[in-house]
């Protein structure tokens, strides 16, 4: 398949606000460079970056630029208007101009190429006190007596790279009882179930409405020893599913959503109906702006907040249903 790259040239106050929205029309992964994150890294690094390779060293004069990638094919095409769309309404509002250019530059690129390019910054990092997350093409030959979970996130979202994720994997390891039974809404890699799987839940079931990453999701399961029969997959929307919801229904111990505000908002109703009382709730994938938005929204159809977990401007929440 061929692909579109899609390189939308900015300024670094506008990072977070165009990363959101392009969450918000569906694209969950992409690359940033900016010269200003880049030089910040190279002020506070510690001593693990005694040498730092002259490729990246470019990064500290680069224009701000975050890079996706769409499909040649329809969705790609309606992604990419909608792309354009949000810039120019972002750019009509940028009086002053410090959110950059505000273009997107297109070239296409192979599958295979795509598919293997980024694995070059993806390396094993170790999460909260009990994970050690790496690709099956890097070694990990002292684990510190972490789990190791293996994950290919193909073209879907969760390597654990990204503060959402992590986030979400620190407070599930603190939620994690034996024998725990686990809801993983928008599971992407699925990294976030697997990883409860690894900590001690008995079972888990994986959703989401990419069906790449559902088969991503499963085809990771395997890699970690995860027996067929505690780990299912779906594929489609609960939102507007009803066979998919029925599906699904019981009650689970615990539910992860790693997603968006908007969608989280109207998911509400449904981590009543799969939760069981006393049961743990814990979002991601929050702007810190949003964070009192979803909180509200959650603790109105019977959830009491515990605790949030913030950091460069993402949050993760975990709620308990009373």
């Not at 992409?30 to 001593?47: P, S, T, V, W, Y």
């Not at 940028?94 to 390019?117: F, H, M, P």
């Not at 179930?193 to 959703?207: F, Q």
Request: with cysteine; aromatic share 8%.
């Amino acid at each position: 398949m061929e692909w579109t790259e899609v390189n939308i040239y900015t300024a670094t106050p506008a990072i977070d606000i165009l990363c959101s929205k392009l969450e918000d029309i569906g694209i969950k992964g992409f690359a940033i460079r900016d010269a200003e994150d880049f030089n910040e890294f190279l002020e506070n690094k510690n001593g693990q970056w005694d040498y730092i390779d002259d490729d990246l060293m470019g990064l500290a004069q680069c224009e701000t630029c975050i890079t996706v990638y769409l499909p040649d094919n329809n969705q790609g095409r309606d992604m990419l208007s909608a792309i354009r769309s949000m810039l120019a309404e972002i750019k009509s509002n940028d009086t002053d101009g410090s959110y950059g250019r505000l273009v997107a530059e297109l070239s296409s690129i192979r599958e295979e190429d795509w598919a293997n390019n980024w694995k070059q910054y993806f390396k094993p990092i170790k999460v909260g006190e009990k994970l050690i997350i790496k690709p099956s093409w890097e070694e990990c030959p002292d684990s510190d007596g972490r789990k190791i979970l293996e994950i290919d996130p193909a073209s879907s979202f969760g390597t654990g790279q990204h503060h959402t994720t992590r986030l979400c994997l620190e407070l599930l390891e603190k939620s994690i009882n034996q024998g725990d039974r686990l809801l993983d809404m928008g599971c992407g890699s699925g990294i976030l179930s697997i990883g409860a799987m690894l900590l001690g839940a008995e079972s888990a079931v994986a959703v989401d409405i990419e069906e790449n990453a559902t088969v991503t999701a499963l085809e990771n399961a395997v890699k970690n020893n995860i027996p067929e029969e505690k780990y299912k997959t779906y594929f489609g929307n609960i939102l507007n599913d009803t066979e998919l919801s029925d599906r699904i229904d019981m009650k689970y111990d615990i539910i992860t959503a790693n997603i968006v505000a908007d969608v989280l908002i109207a998911m509400k109703n449904h981590f009543v109906r799969y939760i069981k009382e006393n049961g743990t709730l814990i979002v991601s994938g929050i702007i810190t702006e949003r964070m009192d938005e979803v909180t509200e929204a959650i603790v109105s159809v019977g959830f009491e907040m515990l605790e949030s977990n913030v950091k460069e401007g993402w949050t993760a929440i975990r709620f308990v249903k009373k």
